[in-house]
């Protein structure tokens, strides 16, 4: 596609009247889902500090029963239910590549609240961070938007798209019985973000069904998934929450959550067939751009830093009990070591 031909479509777009509702209903759902997220976070600490039970490895049954008697948690959950039906109803009205870049702007809210109520002000390699998320998933479903093509499903497809997510859902909850004991959030983030993917995709799947009367038991299966699937990412989401901070959390969904559910319909559903060799170049420089986002915020977010800096670590021992902060810094450490940094300074000598 012409660079004349993707601007006139833009600018197509943009007369559409429609999107005078869309946008307001996309930046409302935002805030919805900011605002629910921390909530939600701060329900999940209020459990854990009333059990007396960490939940880095897992919440327990007891402490999800809890959850919902703590009111800021139920009304967390509220708000991104309120935040969901948001996004659905501005996608009726505008097309994903307005809507999709708006949702990425409660990463922003999310940031601003956290700093406020945690008091750890945002330094600059996080706000380079969040840049890096918000950037690179704007290019990303803005390419998609662009090639994405609307197709039948047929039923050879949604078959492959439910082995497809058995198969992750075996290996994520394997790897989580496996490695529980050394997980972190950045674990538990992108197991949600992988999950939401799927979900959002046959989400639509069963959407387009009802919508052109193919409501079988193959479609009754899909539902039956869709709601296991959302079940496996809340619980995955709410346990992130008790080991790492809530921008964090929502960087992780907004950057995975798409990306996944994209590439779903560009190997699975066929939906670009037609996209230039160029286009998916630019889904992995795009991709690459807000992954590094997300490990870069896991690695450099204030409170991470600062609480994994609150239990001294006497030389050559290791503390009794590792906190969530230590844990993610940790994982992230071995996925994306520090570089080395010469000390020309000269040492210290005693007067």
């Known amino acids: 596609m012409a660079l004349e031909e993707i601007t006139d479509e833009l600018v197509g777009i943009f007369k ?5 509702i869309g946008i307001p209903l996309a930046l409302l759902g935002a ?21 007396a039970v960490s939940g880095n ?25 309120l935040a969901i039906v948001c996004q659905l109803a501005a996608m009726s009205f505008a097309p994903l590549i307005i809507v999709q870049p708006i949702g990425a702007i409660s990463l922003v809210i999310t940031t601003l609240l956290n700093a406020r109520i945690s008091g750890h002000k945002p330094t600059r390699r996080s706000i380079t961070a969040i840049a890096l998320c918000v950037v690179g998933i704007f290019i990303f479903v803005t390419i998609a938007a662009l090639y994405a093509t609307e197709t039948a499903v047929s039923d050879q497809q949604l078959i492959t798209v439910l082995i497809i997510l058995a198969v992750v859902i075996v290996v994520i909850g394997g790897t989580w019985l496996w490695l529980r004991q050394r997980t972190s959030a950045l674990f538990y983030i992108v197991a949600a973000g992988v999950i939401y993917g799927f979900v959002a995709t046959l989400a639509k799947i069963v959407i387009t069904r009802i919508q052109y ?39 992780g969904l907004t950057v995975v959550d798409p ?9 699975v559903l066929h939906e670009a067939a037609t996209a230039p060799f160029g286009a998916y170049i630019g889904f992995v420089i795009a991709g690459a751009l807000a992954v590094t986002g997300v490990f870069q915020l896991a690695r450099y977010h204030p409170q991470v830093v600062s609480d994994s800096q609150e239990i001294p670590i006497a030389r050559g021992s290791e503390p009794a009990v590792k906190t969530g902060a230590i844990r993610l810094t940790e994982a992230v450490s071995k996925v994306w070591p520090e570089p080395p940094v010469d000390d020309e300074r000269p040492p210290r000598t005693r007067r």
């Open 31 to 51: 805030v919805f889902m900011s605002f629910g997220a921390q909530y939600q976070h701060r329900g999940v600490q209020k459990v854990e500090r009333l059990t």
């Open 213 to 251: 009367g193919d409501f079988d038991w193959l479609t009754i299966i899909c539902v039956i998934a869709l709601v296991a699937g959302t079940a496996a990412g809340a619980y995955f989401v709410q346990t992130a929450y008790a080991s790492g901070p809530p921008d964090l959390v929502i960087a």
């Open 57 to 81: 490895t897992g919440l327990t049954g007891g402490q999800l029963v809890n959850l919902l008697r703590r009111p800021s948690w139920v009304l967390g959950t509220v708000m991104l239910g």
């Open 259 to 267: 990306i996944v559910a994209i590439v779903i319909g560009l190997t």
């Open 16 to 20: 559409d009247p429609a999107i005078l």
